[in-house]
């Protein structure tokens, strides 16, 4: 009786653990990575502004499921903030010139295609890329392993590099922070971002290559290649929520590209 009640009490304790966790924080990272791909691959087949806002609007109603919080979602959403403008203006001065033009320079011709393709790339920079925020926060490296290895049944020597570089990322945003606090103790941070930004890199990349050296190593020393059948500290299967969360991805994809054909906007890898 008292193990039956211990064994009761555990399973009430974790289901009222998982009832105070965002909802995707519940679901399986196997499952969170499949609905990303099914997301975002078939926003590839088509360069238009109208699934690509529609995708990134229904995206932003999944933000509050992930557990990040605005300023930490903005924080996290800053390269590809930094990166959509760049492809855009690349777009409007070297895409298809067609229509109207307003401004040529060399190979750089501005029309009204490219405007609109520069638009509509800017547009899918940001439908693309915010999905990755929000279906990988918080991802936990072990268990996306188990996910890979019991889900997808893929071979261990995969799944255990996968887990030691994911685990690899946080040492090496701890490596950067450091970096940066040494130098400011040092009296080298106070100016020159740009050069300050290149040494921490090159720095960086040292740490990262020694590190790997060594973790490859000893991971090879404790027999983590071995060609042998592993078994699993926890199990990792699909739910309900997890099949919710692939049709709800699927979803997304579908009404975006729908909408888009029935608006007359869609436009197969840019071609009108």
């Keep these: 009786m008292t193990e039956v009640g211990s064994a009761g009490t555990a399973e009430g304790t974790q289901s009222a653990e998982q009832s105070k966790q965002p909802f995707l924080a519940t679901v399986n990272p196997v499952a969170r990575v499949l609905g990303l791909f099914l997301l975002t691959t078939p926003l590839l087949i088509s360069i238009d502004w109208v699934s690509a806002v529609v995708a990134l609007v229904c995206t932003l109603f999944l933000v509050p499921l992930s557990g990040l919080g605005f300023r930490r979602f903005l ?47 800017m547009l899918r920079v940001l439908a693309i890329g915010t999905p990755v925020i929000v279906l ?34 946080g040492l090496f945003i701890s490596d950067w922070q450091a970096l940066t606090r040494a130098r400011r103790a040092r009296g080298l941070g106070d100016h020159g971002a740009i050069r300050r930004t290149i ?74």
């Design 136 to 169: 990988t926060a918080n991802i936990d490296p072990t268990d996306l392993g188990n996910g890979l290895a019991q889900v997808l049944k893929l071979p261990s020597r995969f799944v255990l590099a996968t887990v030691a570089s994911l685990r690899l990322v």
């Design 199 to 272: 040494s921490q890199v090159f720095a960086l990349l040292v740490f990262a290559l020694r590190r790997g050296t060594k973790l490859a190593t000893a991971m090879e020393a404790r027999g983590f290649g071995a060609p042998i059948k592993r078994t699993w500290w926890h199990t990792s299967t699909l739910a309900a929520r997890d099949y919710v969360t692939m049709a709800a991805c699927l979803a997304i994809a579908v009404a975006a590209i729908g909408i888009s054909v029935w608006a007359g906007e869609f436009r197969f890898l840019g071609v009108a």
């Design 75 to 121: 924080g996290r959403s800053l390269p590809l903030l930094i990166a959509a403008p760049i492809s855009g203006i690349s777009m409007a001065l070297y895409g298809n010139p067609e229509g109207k033009e307003y401004f040529s320079f060399l190979l750089a011709h501005v029309t009204d295609n490219s405007i609109s393709l520069a638009i509509a790339i």
